[in-house]
């Protein structure tokens, strides 16, 4: 017995033990009894192989041959199987999608053996190999194409499968995957020289059987790697679409192609088997090196460097930059979307966000992707221990080449989780001259050093990241200080109040000694004094109920009737003429309470502005469901600018001890009754004030 034969029946060996390994350690697994019974075929056909090898007789050949011819259609139909369910995570959704097919690619050959049976092939001796030939007859090469179809079909379904797996995944069954490549690549090989010659030589399956010894060995590798432990993935439906297998082997068959017209116009028959099998070697060694994220990361590098081609997309990175931060409130939430982003762009496992506490003086931990806190088990680093050294550092650094004490502090708290992570890389945060903090990044896959490329794109992200912290702050403050504005525009209203009510008393107290023996007035001052101290009383009852919003308290209202209180709670000075016009108004909804409030205000703003002598006139009327109020003087007068830019605004006003809150308290209670004021001024000639509120129905 030759080696060839002998060859053949130790992959059988193997194929036999594989078998039996697959069902013993995943019994319950439809994938695994696939994978079974593939192998006991692969088993057959390497007997088969190893017969063929070893039988001289051409009538003997011709039968094992056939018998080869079939087995090797029927296989591809239980590979099928398998692949089509082999870490499926929905294995019988893909199996009834493939059912009709996998039943077709088994009747077919069994159909064809007994049709055909002794005109599939035919045998003669070439002694220009030397070696026997096998001729494909018609029957034959339809059962041909069938399997060379079928072996494609399997490695892309393997191929779905496999890129559809993500890392440690990927790793589990990256080696059983490449042994099938290897086998059936081996068979694609086979079959595509027969279709191309329409036979083909019998020493032919001595390149079958030593891919199923590679494609054995790999499986034993993945079998002691993983135990042949299948995944959950769902790949998509659509086979052929992006398919690398359909790619490579239409390469192949294409190249085969032009060397066999070269055959045919320049000779050299006897060693084109031998450049097609290195074709197909080689584009396994390419399909083998792809598979290595080692290598893949190489070759991207490679090219970066050498054809100044950008290593990252900047504007996907910046794209979903903005999308993960734009959401963000805090520093909490912007530095976890900030590390995620740069752990994923950057495969670092460990990326730590540092932020520099001024209060307290230290380095606080915001954020990290390494599920732990620092090696001290503390949170933050007293910034004295390493101030000034890491705020002389304006650009990204490598933490492990820093010699100084800073460094060697920053490397005991800040420690790594994998001994072959590479060196720790330093990220300043830096707003202008602000400085911020810190990103640490640590614990790189496969330990590879930063290219100056990434490191600038690591300042980029840092200073954005710094940009966007401030900016947060920044808006903090002002909300703070929107805070404090709010509540001082609440307390300037009741301080308002009171100092309208103290003015009152403080006039009628400068006139009690001049008519204190005119009975009329002492009742008027009781009565004014009672009415100021209801007033009082009535912004502490508010001030004791203070809302975030006014709130009004509406009640049936004669406008008139409130112009008379408010007249009569401010004290005439003499030398100003006060006229009213009240014509007749029905009653209507509102807050009594903020309209004596408005018009009490617009009085003693009339009143400064005509000084010592002057004129001042109300007037009411009512028209299209509306009522309307007007204050008018004859007095200074209020600039247009003033007018455009400060009249209605709190804490604005031409007053030399005023609040400037007066015309803003006003617009706010006319506009809370749904009204509206309008103003009319020119300096030195007087001020008309308007105010229209909703007639609205007394209920």
Known sequence: MTSEPTLAFIAATLSAALAVAAVLRNRRSGAAWWFALGMLGLVLDSVLTGICLSIIDLERLAYWQEWALILKAFLVAIWLGFA??????????????????????CLLPIAAWLEFRGRLVEVSWRPSFPAFWVSLLTAGKAVNVLTLIGAVLVLMNLE?????????????????????????????????????????????????????LVGCLLLGVGYLRSGFREIDVYPSQAVLQTSITVMLVGGYLFVIGVLAQIVEQYGGAASFQLEA????????????????????????????????????????????????????????????????LVSETFDVLSVGFWLFDEEKSKLRLEASTSGVRSASGDDAIEFSAIDPGVTKMQRAFDLEKIKDNWGKTLRQIIGTQFSEGGNRVGVPLWAG????????????VNGIPYTVEELELLECIGDQVASSLLNLRLAKQIMLGKELEAFQTISAFFVHDLKNAASTLKLTLQNLPVHFDDPAFRQDTLRSMGATTSRINQIIERLGALGSKLELRPSPVDLNRVVEQAIESVNRTPGIELAQELQPLPRFMADGDQLRSVVTNLLLNAR????????????????????????????????????????????????????????????????????????KSDVGKGTTFQVLLPLTPDE
């Open 277 to 340: 099998f290195l074709v197909l070697v080689a584009i396994a060694f390419l399909a083998l090196l792809l598979l290595s994220e080692k290598i893949r990361q190489q070759i991207r590098r490679f090219v970066s460097r050498h054809f100044s081609r950008p290593q990252y997309d900047f504007r996907r990175i910046w794209t979903r930059f903005t999308q993960s931060t734009s959401s963000a409130i805090d520093d909490a939430s912007l530095c976890a979307a900030s590390a995620e």
């Open 608 to 679: 400064d502005a005509v000084g010592e002598s002057g004129r001042i006139e109300v007037r009411t009327s009512s028209k299209d469901g509306w009522a309307a109020l007007s204050v008018s003087d004859d007095g200074c007068g209020m600039t247009p600018s003033f007018l455009r830019d400060s009249l209605f605004r709190p804490f604005k006003t031409t007053k030399k001890k005023g609040l400037g809150i007066g015309m803003f308290q006003t617009k706010m209670i006319i506009e809370a009754h749904h009204g509206s004021i309008r103003v």
């Open 84 to 105: 089509v369910t082999y870490s499926r995570g929905d294995a019988k959704e893909f199996f009834r999608h493939w059912r009709v097919l996998i039943v077709i690619a």
């Open 433 to 444: 001259d602000r400085y911020l903090g810190l990103i640490i990044l640590a614990d790189r």
């Open 160 to 212: 779905r499968t496999f890129r559809s797996a993500v890392g440690t995944m990927q790793w589990r069954i990256k080696f059983l995957i490449l042994g099938l490549t290897v086998i059936f690549g081996a068979r694609i090989y086979a079959r595509s020289q027969a279709l191309v010659f329409s036979g083909y030589a019998s020493s032919l399956g001595e390149v079958e059987v030593i891919g199923l």
